[in-house]
Structures are given as structure tokens and as C-alpha cells.
């Protein structure tokens, strides 16, 4: 059973860097990621990568 | 003189880019200036304030654009060079110094550096939502999705997948969440308590806990849905949800729902939900006045005052809103009316200006029943839609965040630009008599959303006074003194020059609808 409530929150900031300061501001455990839209090229990559792993 | 230049393949958020277009703007001889993505929307917007240039039409939406208008070429230069320092070698900067601070390049390499997330918040262009999110669920994550404009039915797949995975998804267009004491996106630091909250209403998720928190009760989770959770289309999946996890979660004694379902079998299930629940209930269907009173476990509220107060009663705290008949706040309003009364002869309407969506449209319900005829650029039953946002007339209630307005833009709750604007615009009118006006306070939002506005607080002011004119402004502040922009200050700043601060929306429409409707009688006996 999902226990997210009551769980200290893990978080993956995919995004507005505002965000990822306000979690850090929490003292929150966060990973901000420097989204960019991807390029044509690099999602067929990663959509390559995504049927291995 | 206009100069613009383009940065290919250049990407950066548009907080981030607005920041620093407010920082270019401030330069000397500099009259505006922007700094954009070069999607289409963002061109039009350009188009629109005489920055367009041939070289950023050609650019495209994986292109950076600066845009400055100056009184003089060197001056275009400087902000261009500096534009192009806060970009790159800010951005450098930025990264250097976070020498504690993880940061990936992908979702992949996120999952990578943090194998227990259990929390993804994905604030990206909506149409590229659903890669990412499904990438997320596979891999366990619960999402919060702040970004709109995701196709619907890819809403529904992500939906549908996480219901199957006992994954929660709050959003797309969610904006507001606290979970586990941690305040998400646009969120208020509450204390924590045993209430717990399920809200389609991000604005109305922010009022009502932090109500509850100023009255000394506190908030044990609070979930959004976004808004589109509540259509019959996605058929109120993260409501249900977001029900019975706060139903079996042990630190919730109170429930408090907040939604506007657009939908007659969402309604429909959602009140069959509310009979199976076992803790006491408020809810709020805004806008819905047919449905009220108590059934069963479940109180209809029909305000969000109204709601926050029932919980806290349901929780044991007597605390009682505020009333707009106490002699204190009566003589305040006369006051007002025979100033106004003084000062202009003819018609005398209210202008709400609003930030916050639900803050909106709880202005509407309670100024609908007070004020004839009464426009809205929200889908209030009792009010009349506006034809053209742009343009008030009689008595208006405008939501600035919505897309209208809000097209390749931040947030008005970040960006109050569209708002100081418009109340400039509107104290040009000698009908326009009374402003009611929303600031909101928390996380994500702007550093200072009162101090921002002050001056065009007194602009508008100044502008009615030398026409021998009077303008009331009534406001109330959503947020607590715990807020990174600590609610007393805020307060304090706007009653410094005047403006008449209430502790709910709810209060503040009341009061600005009877200095409007005093009005209508100080100019019956003259």
C-alpha cells in the first residue's frame, strides 16, 4: 500500500527552478533536473535507451 | 531603437527569464525589454509590445530571444551584453555554487541520483508532460503536475496508469500541495494539525489552510487534483483518491473538499464518496448554491470562510469569521462611501482585481447575491460572463491567471505586472470606485507581492484624485506570518498607505460590495 503521507518526501524537480529552491528552503531532499526541450535527435536516443534499460 | 539578438538552442525556465528581464528593464535609457523562448505565443506577445524583430520571427521554440527597446544604441548594447552575462555566466554561477545541491541532466539521471524519490513535481511545457511522467510511474514515483495545457486524454492514460501502480498524480494544473509538512509548488507554511484537504482549487487549498493555521488549528496533508480532475472526462480519479487515503491516513480527524466539478456523474459519485466516508466532511462545490447544510457526516459549505471555519469548529476551535456589521468596520465603510460620494456624482461600481482563481470566483459567489449587474471573466452561475476581458464595466471581478492573460507568461501570482497594469487602467474610470484585491503569499510566489504593487497602488489613487475622485481599496492577504513573505509585513506594508486589509477573501468582498452598495444609498439621500 502506497504510504506517501506518511513518508518523508524524496523529490525529483523536473523543471521550474523556483520550486526546487522552495524545497531546499524545507530542508527537503530534492534533485532538480535542467530540463531543455529535447532535440528530435536526442529523444530517439533516449527513446532507444528506454527499450534497453 | 529597437535591438534584439537570438541564442540558439539556448534553454532556460521562464521565472528564471522573467527575473532577468526585470533586471534588463531597469537599465538607463533601456524602455522595455524581454527575454523569451521564441515559441509562436511568446512572439505574438512581442508583436504585441513592439519588440518583434525580423531576426527573433525566424528564430524558433529552442531558441532564447532578447528584445530591448532603448533611447539610444549603446544602451541596446549594454542590456543586450548583460542579458547575455545573466544568462550564460549566471547560469555558470549558479551551478558552481550549488556544490551541495544535485542536479541531473534527465529524469533518468535523477532516478539515478536519488533511487528512493517517491515525489516528482513537473513544471515543463504540457504537450512533453506525458513522456516524462510515464517514465516516473514506471520507475514508482507519485507525481505533482503544475504544468497545464496537457492533452486530456493523455491526463487520463497517466491517470489510469498510476491508479493501476497505487500511484497518486495531483495535476496537470496543479499548483498547490503540502504533504508530510512540506509545502509543494505554490504553497503557505501551515502548521500541522488534523485536518486534511482534497482540493480541485489551488488558490482555495491555500485560503482555507491558512485560515485554519491563523486560528491555531493546523493541516495534517492536503492534495490537489488539478482542475480538469473533477470533469466527468477523468471522472474525479485523484479526488476519490486523495478521499481514501485521508480517510485511512491516522493523523486526518477532518476532511475538507474543495472543488468545482464541471461534471453531473463526477457530482453524482462524489456524493456518493462523502456518504461511505467515515470522518466528518466539509465541503465547498463552488459557485454551487443548491447544494448546502448538513447531510449525514458531511457539511455543504458555500464559501471557503465558511468551510475553513466549520473545520476548525469540527476540530474543536470557536473562532468565528469576521463580521462586517461590528461598529469598527461599519464606520469604515460610511467613511468610504461619503468620500466617494463626494468626489463623483455618477455611477459607482467594484473592480476586483484577483491573482488567485478560487479567491476570484468565491468574490463572485459572495458578490453575486449583493451586486446587480455583476461581470466575471470566470463561469460563475449568477454572473455575467464578460465579452472581453480587457474591458471591465459596471461591477467586475477578474481572474488575471487566466490564460487570457496568462499566455507565455508567469503566473500572475509571480508576476503581478498584468495586475499593476490593469488597476492603472481601471482608476481611469470615474465608475470604478472600489478595488478588491487579492495577495498571495507562499512558496513559488513573488518574493514581495504587496511591496510590488504599492506604487500603483498610489498611481491609481493619484490618478482619481486629480479629478477630485475617491478610490476605496479593500484586500485581504492569503497567506501566514510563517510565509516566506511573512503575512504581519505584507499586511502592514498595504495598511500603510491606506488600504483596508481583512483576514479572508470572503470578508474583504463583503465589506467592498457594502462600501458599493452604501454608496447606493448616500447618493439616494442626496
Redesign the interface.
Known amino acids: 500500500m502506497n504510504n506517501l503521507l506518511n513518508e518523508e518526501l524524496s523529490i525529483i524537480n523536473v523543471g521550474l527552478e523556483i520550486f526546487y529552491e522552495s524545497c531546499l528552503a524545507q530542508d527537503a531532499s530534492v534533485v532538480q533536473v535542467d530540463w531543455h526541450p529535447p532535440a528530435a535527435e536526442e529523444e530517439e536516443i533516449d527513446d532507444l535507451l528506454s527499450l534497453l534499460m | 531603437m529597437l535591438w534584439s539578438k537570438v541564442f540558439p ?1 539556448s ?1 532556460r ?4 527569464l522573467m527575473k532577468m528581464a526585470g533586471t534588463i528593464r531597469k537599465l538607463p535609457d533601456v524602455e522595455n525589454a524581454e527575454v523569451m523562448i521564441a515559441s509562436e505565443a511568446n512572439k505574438e506577445i512581442l508583436r504585441f509590445n513592439g519588440l518583434l524583430t525580423d531576426e527573433i520571427r525566424s528564430a524558433t ?2 531558441d532564447l530571444v532578447v528584445s530591448v527597446f532603448a533611447k539610444t544604441a549603446e544602451a541596446a548594447k549594454c542590456a543586450i551584453e548583460k542579458a547575455e552575462e545573466l544568462i550564460f555566466v549566471g547560469a555558470e554561477e549558479e551551478k558552481k555554487s550549488g556544490g551541495t ?11 539515478s ?2 533511487p ?10 504540457g504537450p ?1 508532460v506525458k513522456k ?1 511522467a510515464m ?2 510511474l514506471d520507475s514508482g ?2 507525481l505533482m503536475i ?2 497545464d495545457n496537457v492533452p486530456i486524454e493523455e491526463e487520463l492514460e497517466i491517470k489510469k496508469k498510476a491508479a493501476e501502480k ?3 498524480v495531483m495535476g496537470p494544473d496543479c499548483g498547490t500541495a503540502i ?2 509538512g ?4 505554490f504553497a503557505n507554511v501551515v502548521t500541522r494539525g488534523n485536518i486534511g484537504m482534497v482540493c480541485a482549487a489551488g488558490t482555495g487549498l491555500q485560503e482555507v489552510s491558512c485560515i485554519i493555521s491563523n486560528m491555531g488549528r493546523g493541516i ?2 492536503a492534495i490537489g487534483t488539478g482542475s480538469n480532475d473533477v470533469s466527468d472526462y477523468i471522472g474525479g480519479i485523484t479526488l476519490k483518491q486523495g478521499l481514501r ?2 480517510e485511512r ?3 486526518t480527524d477532518i476532511i475538507v473538499v474543495i472543488c468545482k466539478p464541471s461534471g453531473d456523474n463526477v457530482l453524482r459519485d462524489a456524493l456518493e464518496e462523502f456518504k461511505k466516508c467515515k470522518k466528518p466532511l466539509v465541503v465547498n462545490f463552488i459557485g454551487r448554491r443548491e447544494i448546502g447544510g448538513q447531510d449525514g457526516n458531511t457539511y455543504f459549505a458555500h464559501t471557503l470562510e465558511e468551510a475553513a471555519f466549520k473545520a476548525l469548529e469540527f476540530s474543536g476551535c470557536q473562532a468565528v469569521p469576521p463580521d462586517e456589521n461590528s461598529p469598527e468596520i461599519r464606520e469604515f465603510i460610511d467613511g468610504e462611501a461619503k468620500k466617494i460620494c463626494a468626489g463623483w456624482k455618477g455611477k459607482k461600481y467594484l473592480r476586483g482585481l484577483y491573482t488567485g482563481g478560487t479567491l476570484a470566483a468565491e468574490a463572485d459567489v459572495i458578490c453575486r447575491d449583493r451586486l446587480s449587474p455583476l461581470y466575471s471573466n470566470m463561469s460563475v452561475p449568477g454572473c455575467i460572463r464578460m465579452e472581453d476581458p480587457n474591458r471591465s464595466q459596471a461591477n467586475t471581478i477578474i481572474d488575471l491567471a487566466d490564460d487570457f492573460f496568462t499566455l507565455g507568461k508567469p503566473h500572475a501570482m ?1 508576476d503581478p505586472e498584468t495586475k499593476n497594469l490593469r488597476m492603472i487602467k481601471e482608476s481611469l474610470d470615474p465608475e470604478a470606485c472600489v478595488f478588491l484585491l487579492d495577495f498571495v503569499l507562499g ?2 510566489i513573488n518574493e514581495d507581492p504587496a511591496g510590488n504593487t504599492l506604487d500603483f497602488i498610489r498611481e491609481s489613487r493619484a490618478n482619481a484624485e486629480k479629478e477630485g475622485r475617491h478610490i476605496s481599496f479593500v484586500a485581504s492577504v492569503c497567506g501566514t506570518d510563517a510565509d ?1 513573505q511573512k503575512r504581519f509585513e505584507q499586511v502592514k506594508m498595504l495598511e500603510d498607505i491606506g488600504v483596508f486589509v481583512l483576514p479572508t477573501n470572503a470578508s474583504a468582498a463583503r465589506v467592498a460590495a457594502e462600501i458599493v452598495l452604501a454608496c447606493e444609498k448616500e447618493t439616494g439621500h442626496e
Not at chain 2, 525556465?13 to 528564471?16: A, E, Q
Not at chain 2, 545541491?101 to 532516478?111: M, P, Q
Open positions: 538552442n534553454y525556465d521562464s521565472v528564471l521554440p529552442n545541491l544535485e542536479r541531473a541532466k534527465n529524469v533518468r539521471g535523477a532516478l541520483l536519488m528512493g524519490a517517491n515525489m516528482a513535481l513537473l513544471s515543463i511545457p512533453l516524462e517514465h516516473l514515483v507519485n503544475f504544468s497505487d500511484l497518486l504533504l508530510n512540506v509545502a509543494l509548488c495534517s496533508n487515503w485521508l491516513d491516522p493523523r509571480i512558496y513559488g516566506p
